[in-house]
């Protein structure tokens, strides 16, 4: 509907241009040949708006639309401080340029004009993650993504990816409160997670809607608020790579469980939040003699072992455990080993010297 509209606009004002160029030329001539070569130039004319106009300015001013649709009030407040600052200062050098030689002496005040406060908007809008700070933080320089409300806020935007919504933990994450802020979901991140829930393979459906249930999940008990915003980077392909530039656009973190969107991300000085570490971080923290309850649900690999797990998910592999299988029995921890799959602990049955 919008490219008709805007090519009947190029059309009727090229048209009329062109009619209006055919009476200028041929003034001096009688009406009957004034009237036909102004209809000529009207039928080209209106044919070359109706597809010039849509090129020159329906797709910039799509652009541009996109782009204002995804910036905070707080933003667009500080471009137009800018622009004023901008527009002030070229103001204050007309009386300087005025005196050069025409033509310079209109253009350049023109041209001052357009670049002061275009580097004023950048200056100002660029800086508003620096200017909210000064504010104690109240007012949030991040974009409003659409998903509800507006970018006034105490806490932080967070990008969320794929696999960390199918993963699953960032919902208990959030609803324990550790997320202070809003998670930020990407249109083409959610386009990525329905398209795996369609997928043939069986695996990466059941994977895809476990993610999409998750989001459910976060938007109707999660505390943290979800916006989900349309901006695109049409001119990149891979979903990372969007990621990792809207993260750098918009100043926020990824949290991510993919270890190459983690690496790419840190080459590319975004911060990455890494659930995987953030379970690592927090798992229980125990000493060689420290004493504790367990059940043993498992054989281990060793002869006479047993394999209980913690709450947090580390396994214990208790020493001639076996004999406890399905019991749950108190235990002393011996060693604690630390491999790349994670953390273990080796224990005895208490009482066994």
């Given at each position: 509907m919008k490219?008709?509209l ?7 004002l ?9 009476r200028?030329?041929?003034?001096e ?6 009237l036909a ?7 080209p ?7 010039i106009?849509?090129i020159?300015?329906?797709?910039p ?5 996109r782009r ?5 009030i ?7 401080l ?7 200062v070229?103001?204050l050098?007309v ?15 023109l ?10 908007i950048?200056l ?12 104690g933080g109240?007012?949030s ?8 409300g ?7 935007r ?9 993963d ?19 249109r083409?991140v ?20 476990r993610g ?9 008990e ?5 916006e ?5 980077f049409e001119?990149i392909?891979e979903?990372d ?5 809207m ?6 973190p ?8 983690n690496?790419?991300?840190?080459l590319?000085g975004v911060?990455?939040?890494?659930i995987n570490?953030l379970a690592?971080?927090v798992?229980?923290?125990?000493l ?7 059940r043993v ?6 002869a006479?072992?047993?394999v209980?797990?913690?709450?947090d998910g580390?396994?214990v ?5 076996k ?9 002393v921890?011996?060693r ?10 080796f ?7």
């Open positions: 490219g008709f805007a090519r009947g606009v190029g059309a009727l090229l048209g009329v241009g062109g009619f209006w160029l055919g200028v030329v041929e003034a001539e009688t009406d009957p040949i004034e070569l102004s209809l000529a130039l009207l039928i004319g209106a044919i070359l708006g109706a597809g106009i849509p020159i300015f329906s797709r001013l799509e652009r541009m639309q204002l649709r995804h910036l905070s707080f933003q667009i407040g500080l471009g137009g800018g622009l004023t600052a901008g527009l002030i070229s103001v050098l009386p300087v340029l005025s005196r050069l030689p025409d033509p310079a002496d209109w253009i350049a005040p041209v001052t004009a357009v670049v002061a406060g275009g580097v004023g950048v100002m809008a660029g800086r508003a993650g620096e200017i909210a700070a000064l504010f109240r007012f320089p991040a974009t409003n993504g659409g998903g509800g507006e970018s006034w806020s105490n806490g932080q967070f990008l969320v990816d794929t696999s960390a919504i199918i699953g933990r960032i919902a208990d994450i959030s609803e324990a409160g550790f997320i202070q802020g809003s998670l930020v979901l990407p083409f959610l386009d990525e997670l329905r398209h795996i829930a369609d997928s043939a393979d069986a695996l990466r459906r059941n994977r895809g809607r999409l249930d998750i989001l459910n999940r976060l938007q109707k999660s505390p943290v608020p979800i989900i915003t349309d901006n695109d001119e392909v979903v790579s969007k990621l990792v530039k993260a750098s656009d918009l100043s926020c990824i949290i991510t469980n993919d270890f190459n969107l690496r790419v991300a840190e590319e911060r990455v939040l890494n570490q690592n971080a798992k229980t923290v125990v060689p003699g420290e004493e504790m309850a367990i649900i498992q054989e281990g690999k060793e006479g072992q047993g209980g797990f913690l709450d580390t396994m592999v208790v020493e001639g455990g004999r406890y299988l399905n019991d749950e029995i108190e235990i921890v011996t604690v080993l630390q491999t790349v799959a994670g953390r273990m602990i224990a005895q049955p208490k009482g066994n010297g």
